[in-house]
T-cell receptor, first 112, second 115 residues
Framework: KQEVTQIPAALSVPEGENLVLNCSFTDSAIYNLQWFRQDPGKGLTSLLLIQSSQREQTSGRLNASLDKSSGRSTLYIAASQPGDSATYLCAVSSSNTGKLIFGQGTTLQVKP | GAVVSQHPSWVICKSGTSVKIECRSLDFQATTMFWYRQFPKQSLMLMAT?????????EQGVEKDKFLINHASLTLSTLTVTSAHPEDSSFYIC???????????FGQGTRLTVV
């Protein structure tokens, strides 16, 4: 059974810092991995999608890497801003059915 | 990205009543609809999967008679929480899925509070 773990559970950093959020999964046979952002009481915003054949994806200040063999993904946020404060969720799909298994999330606070 | 509309965004209801949550994919046809639930301080957990015109498949521990899912068209699915109780209070969120696209999109979520 696939399990997804995110570390740390919470993170507080001063504005401008570069930071790394970690995601690990137990079954390396994944179809893709997706990073989401969730603001309090809101839905999910897709940040980056990495297919199983890819090693990384970049969007603006965000970079996500995937190491399938070790069951790990990292989300790198460069030059963090207070507006980046949110919960970041990692989710993996084991097939092309769209069914996702989520990690518990990392709640990020960027202080001005 | 895809546009997904879910409403209501929040609802408060009395114990024993039923609540219907609606999810629409506005700019694409969703052959599959996923419904997730999120309790406070926890992550999203899949409740059920439905395909247009078929009965929904429920995850273990989710009561199919309590959470009625209708996926009548490729752009609309509804989740009805029947005879709601305080323990059903949660954040419910839909995720319509397009075959072969791979990327998941979500509605804005519905905060249900049962008093």
């Amino acid at each position: 059974k696939q399990e997804v773990t995110q570390i740390p559970a919470a993170l507080s950093v001063p504005e401008g810092e570069n930071l790394v959020l970690n995601c690990s999964f137990t079954d390396s046979a994944i179809y893709n991995l997706q990073w989401f952002r969730q603001d309090p009481g809101k839905g999910l915003t897709s940040l980056l999608l990495i297919q199983s054949s890819q090693r990384e994806q970049t969007s603006g200040r965000l970079n996500a890497s995937l190491d399938k063999s070790s069951g790990r993904s990292t989300l790198y946020i460069a030059a963090s801003q207070p507006g980046d404060s949110a919960t970041y969720l990692c989710a993996v799909s084991s097939s092309n059915t769209g069914k996702l298994i989520f990690g518990q999330g990392t709640t990020l606070q960027v202080k001005p | 990205g895809a546009v997904v509309s879910q409403h209501p965004s929040w609802v408060i209801c009395k114990s024993g009543t039923s609540v219907k949550i609606e999810c629409r994919s506005l700019d694409f046809q969703a052959t599959t609809m996923f419904w997730y639930r999120q309790f406070p301080k926890q992550s999203l957990m899949l409740m059920a999967t439905s395909n247009e015109g078929s009965k929904a498949t429920y995850e273990q521990g989710v009561e199919k008679d309590k959470f009625l899912i209708n996926h009548a068209s490729l752009t609309l699915s509804t989740l009805t929480v029947t005879s709601a109780h305080p323990e059903d209070s949660s954040f419910y969120i839909c995720s319509p899925y397009r075959d072969r696209v791979g990327e998941a999109f979500f509605g804005q979520g519905t905060r249900l509070t049962v008093v």
